[in-house]
């Protein structure tokens, strides 16, 4: 199944999301292409069952920023979408 959901967010609101999914304090504001990566990356987490409850997901992106990893391994941004691109 395929979803299209639309996240209405405010310039304030996309500035703080960049904050947390790249664990920086600027001003810059999250790209769409980083927010279907932060949403996917919750979804995954989710079918996967790597957390007890949903609260954990955000916590661990918010002390460490976001993160990659192919086969248990954290790669760079980069690699990542140049992956799931391949797929």
Same mark, same amino acid.
């Given at each position: 199944m395929n /979803? %299209?959901?639309q996240i209405p967010l405010t310039d304030d +609101?996309? $500035?703080h999301l960049h904050n947390i999914y790249h664990n920086t304090k600027s001003k810059t504001l999250i790209s769409r292409k980083e &927010? /279907? !990566?932060l949403v996917l990356g919750f979804i995954d987490v989710l079918k =996967? #069952? =790597?957390t007890d409850t949903?609260?954990?997901i955000?916590? %661990?992106i918010i002390k +460490? #920023?976001?993160k990659y990893f192919v086969n248990d391994d954290e &790669? $760079? !941004?980069e690699q990542w979408f140049n992956i799931e691109e391949k797929d």
């Amino acid at each position: 199944m395929n /979803t %299209n959901i639309q996240i209405p967010l405010t310039d304030d +609101e996309r $500035s703080h999301l960049h904050n947390i999914y790249h664990n920086t304090k600027s001003k810059t504001l999250i790209s769409r292409k980083e &927010v /279907t !990566a932060l949403v996917l990356g919750f979804i995954d987490v989710l079918k =996967d #069952g =790597d957390t007890d409850t949903i609260q954990t997901i955000p916590k %661990n992106i918010i002390k +460490e #920023g976001y993160k990659y990893f192919v086969n248990d391994d954290e &790669v $760079s !941004a980069e690699q990542w979408f140049n992956i799931e691109e391949k797929d």
